[in-house]
């Protein structure tokens, strides 16, 4: 088993390593976020949205904390992480304010041989995100908060340096979905552990990499395996 650290920049000095997940782990993840997205799905937006108003209240008033933590990851200065934190709680209030509105069907004119053309903007299921570790918070924010109010289930494939961050930033997820009694139980946002042996598994099992090229755009023009 591969293992990652954090290693304060600062200092030098490895604080805290980790595991990352097995082969066999893998599938029951992916099993776990799949049942967390049949409950996630039929909650009304409007219970999403609260959810995201109570992390963003949660993440402002943690905003030190969470800046100490990625100061220790990637260096960077307090000033920067505690904008970056109160950025993602703006975030957060946005699209829980905002929407509902855009999830609205989306009327076409002109229907040619109907009544009514419409689109629909439905959840998709489990999404998985691979981010960088420049802005560890922002980056799973500007991916994951706007998911989770459309309906799906994350997936996230945080960068290596960054496993502290993106564990608070589960941690502080789920403490708002108990708070508002839904389906924290099931409910896997982020994966602080994970490495690139993930991203493998899901190609080789699920031929998924169209799939992923379409949701990130992170891997260009790749065939399916």
Known sequence: MSTFAVTNPNTGEVEQTFDSLTTEE???VIDTADRAFQDWKETPVSKRGEVLKAFADLVEGRASELADLIGKEMGKPKKQGEAE????AFTARWFADNSEKFLEDTQLPDAQGADQ???KHDPLGVLLGIMP???PYNQIARFALPNIMVGNAILMKQAAICPTSSQAFQDLITLCLSQNALCCQHFHMCLASCDILF???LIKRYGCIKIINQLIGLFGETSTP
Do not use: S
């Not at 934190?85 to 993602?88: E, G, I, P």
């Open 26 to 28: 893998i599938a029951g």
């Open 85 to 88: 934190v109160k950025k993602v």
């Open 199 to 201: 991203v493998k598994f």
């Open 133 to 135: 570790w420049n802005f």
């Open 117 to 119: 053309t419409y689109v």
